[in-house]
């Protein structure tokens, strides 16, 4: 499995590399042949985004989640 980690306006430290590393891991247990695996970190003002591009046999799988890291009083 190749895994490609790359962050906008987001530094990738060792420690997220290997966060991510981790859970990647995890696809492994669902799909037998997993070719390559993108993941594009980033953070716009007040949200933060993941997105993930799984590439498997036959089939390509994109997966994105968006949080707000607004709080109120």
């Known amino acids: 499995m190749n895994l490609s980690l790359t962050g906008h306006h987001v530094a990738i430290t060792p420690a997220i590399g290997n966060y991510v590393t981790s859970k990647m891991d995890k696809i492994t247990r669902h799909f037998d042949h997993v070719i390559d ?5 980033s ?3 007040l949200k933060q985004k993941a997105e993930a591009n799984v590439h498997v046999r036959g089939k390509d799988i ?3 989640l968006t949080t707000s890291t607004c709080t109120l009083p």
């Open 37 to 41: 695996v993108s993941v594009i970190l």
């Open 43 to 45: 953070i716009e003002k």
């Open 62 to 64: 994109f997966v994105e």
